[in-house]
């Protein structure tokens, strides 16, 4: 999600269809070429769009074949899926989006929200806290989380079996299976007590894997979330637009070698977008307890905060299948180990 604290040199990004030089040999020269970063229409070289099963040079879930009907309906007939599934499926394929009410029992997310107040009550907590205006993650403190703007608190699953039982809760990890197609690994977590305000954004530019469009974000309400609160955001949809590239290439942001301008330029491509195709952007007002899943590609952010008292306690999950990694693996390589929980993986680009 956030970019600030993940913006590292990512040069290990091969995208999931092609090769960066593969990537170039299909890839129109005006594309190539050009200076300004550039996006990638749907109308896809006859070469490429031969080659590739979905809308996106970067790959996808199974969900975003463009043979998706087909697989549906091969899934149902062997009763991999059950009807609802499908359903579920569909919306998901359509909007880049699930919603689920009532998914978590509050009194589990009360046991959470306790050993989280207990360990930020530890002298030194072992918590790191990032945020747009701290240049590197930052150990917990009450005076740090307040005077930082945008700030969360992550991978506190690494420190509480509380945060794993949330983020691997069987509602959570049954439809990332069915999406997937393999077990998830939680690569990344995100506890905020505000409003993140941040500008509509895609996760694919932040949250970096080996294959960038096999990742999903997951949004639990901690609480009731009020309009004025810095609600989540998104243009339904959004995960469908054609690729946007930075310097030419790339699907992630790289700060050393993109720069501000380009960044600058995406972020107001993406508002340019919505409005070429006539989206009006949609908030989440979740009750306490309800999840949001949303698609790599799904474009999000932070409503402004309009009341400054109030909170939007939410908890967010990143996870990828099994087999995929993010690229912390390769340039952390300290962090390349995995933890099990029960029967799934997390990782951490923080602790270790």
């Known amino acids: 999600m956030p970019g600030f604290f993940v913006i590292e040199i990512c040069r290990h990004a091969q995208d999931a269809v092609f090769g960066r030089k593969a990537f170039a040999q299909h890839t129109p020269q005006a594309v190539q070429g050009g200076i300004q970063p550039r996006h990638v229409e749907h109308g896809l070289p006859a ?18 074949r463009n043979d998706y009907p087909t697989l549906r309906a091969s899934k149902l007939a ?47 907590s072992p ?6 205006s701290l240049p590197r993650p930052t150990p917990y403190s009450p005076e740090v989380l ?19 039982r949330l983020l691997f809760h069987p509602v959570i990890t049954d439809f990332l299976r069915l999406v997937f ?23 694919t530019a932040f949250v970096c ?47 050393e070698r993109d720069g501000e301008a380009q960044l600058q330029h995406w972020y107001r491509w993406i508002e340019e977008e919505a409005a070429r195709q006539g989206v009006q952007r949609q908030a ?22 309009g009341n400054p008292h109030a909170t939007r306690r939410s908890l967010v999950g990143h996870y990828c299948p099994t087999g995929v990694r993010p690229l912390y693996h390769y340039y952390k390589p300290a962090q390349f180990r995995r933890h ?10 923080y602790y270790r």
């Open 47 to 64: 070469a490429t769009a031969a080659i590739a099963a979905v809308s996106s040079f970067f790959g996808g879930l199974w969900t975003d």
């Open 78 to 124: 062997s009763g991999a899926i059950t009807t609802e599934d499908a359903d579920r499926l569909d919306g998901w394929r359509a909007e880049g989006f699930f919603k689920v009410d009532n998914a978590i029992d509050p009194a589990l997310i009360d046991e959470y929200l306790n050993a989280v107040a207990a360990l930020k009550s530890r002298s030194p």
């Open 127 to 132: 918590l790191l806290v990032t945020s747009i």
């Open 146 to 164: 307040e005077k930082s703007y945008s700030a969360r608190t992550v991978d506190d699953y690494f420190h509480l079996e509380d945060a794993r």
């Open 181 to 203: 197609e393999r077990s998830p690994v939680l690569t990344q977590s995100l506890n905020f007590e505000r409003g993140s305000e941040q500008a509509i954004h895609q996760d």
């Open 209 to 255: 894997m080996n294959a960038p469009m096999k990742l999903i974000g997951v949004w639990i309400a901690l609480e009731d979330v009020k309009p004025g609160a810095g609600e989540l955001v998104y243009y339904p949809g959004s995960h469908r637009w054609p690729d946007y590239l930075f310097s030419n290439y790339f699907r992630h942001y790289n700060a």
């Open 284 to 305: 989440f007002l979740p009750r306490k307890g309800d999840l949001l899943f949303w698609h790599a590609a799904l474009a999000h952010g932070g409503a402004q905060i």
């Open 340 to 349: 099990r929980w029960r029967d799934y993986y997390y990782c951490s680009s």
